[in-house]
């Protein structure tokens, strides 16, 4: 089966002298799940750049094989002058669907999100939740196959994180998609994951990757069992082993 995304040795070297990634070797699959957590600055976010070809490597090879791609960004990146529907329907817009479609598409990602009856509001009417549902409804009118998250729901209060990680497992599991998900979350990326990659400190590489058992749907009560609790202390100390 051709990978969604594959990286083979990948590192990444800045004009100043800084070296963020080396040797980062993994595949996330179609269908796949996968998160990374690691410390600040280890290159979590540069890896997504390289995925989308916002940047690109120094070394190694990245390849995608997913013909339609989302990214979610840490931050909402709405337009402030445009509703919702209009922000939702903008990456159709610049991909040239013509009106109609677009409205289509837009109105079936609101629905999928849940903001259906906030179409017309603008995006300082928005719960910062509410504004990163629009996001994502965005990125759902292209139907990508891969989704690149960057700590999407890191600046969200602890409830309404949990929810948006309920509402987008049931995103996954209707579409299923590829995704690579950034965090700082050691329990969001067990609960929403099928396997957690994680990161060493700069430069950044691979230290560990451990496969999550549960299947899906999951239970939000799954964050309180043993199992749960096991799998996130397990990645704790990764972690740990990445800052020493």
């Given at each position: 089966?051709?990978?969604?995304?594959?990286?083979?040795?990948?590192?990444?070297?800045?004009?100043?002298?800084?070296?963020?990634?080396t040797g980062a070797d993994f595949a996330v699959a179609p269908g796949e799940f996968t998160?990374?957590?690691?410390?600040?600055?280890?290159?979590?976010?540069?890896?997504?750049?390289?995925?989308?070809?916002?940047?690109?490597?120094?070394?190694?090879e990245v390849t995608v094989g997913a013909d339609r791609l989302g990214y979610v960004f840490q931050d909402a990146t709405l337009l402030p002058w445009r509703s919702v529907r209009a922000n939702v329907e903008l990456l159709a817009e610049l991909h040239g669907l013509d009106r109609s479609e677009r409205r289509k598409r837009a109105a079936?990602?609101?629905e999928l999100v849940g903001l259906t009856g906030f179409?017309?509001?603008?995006?300082?009417?928005?719960?910062?939740?509410?504004r990163m549902r629009a996001s994502l409804a965005r990125s759902l009118t292209l139907s990508p196959d891969l989704f690149l998250f960057d700590e999407p729901f890191g600046a969200l209060d602890e409830i309404t994180r949990e929810r948006l990680n309920d509402e987008l497992l049931s995103l996954f599991r209707l579409q299923r998609f590829a995704a690579l998900f950034i965090t700082h979350s050691v329990m969001?990326?067990?609960?929403?994951?099928?396997?957690?990659?994680?990161?060493?400190?700069?430069?950044?590489?691979?230290?560990?990757?451990?496969?999550?058992?549960?299947?899906?749907?999951?239970?939000?009560?799954?964050?309180?069992?043993p199992d749960f609790a096991a799998l996130c202390g397990e990645i704790s100390g990764h972690l740990r082993g990445a800052h020493a």
């Open positions: 089966m051709t990978a969604a995304l594959r990286f083979h040795d990948v590192g990444k070297a800045f004009k100043d002298g800084t070296v963020a990634l998160s990374i957590v690691g410390p600040s600055g280890c290159g979590k976010s540069t890896l997504l750049r390289i995925a989308s070809g916002l940047d690109d490597a120094t070394a190694g079936e990602a609101i179409e017309k509001h603008m995006p300082h009417e928005l719960s910062g939740g509410m969001e990326a067990v609960f929403l994951s099928t396997r957690v990659l994680v990161m060493s400190g700069r430069p950044g590489r691979i230290l560990a990757d451990v496969p999550i058992p549960f299947e899906y749907p999951r239970d939000p009560a799954l964050r309180f069992s």
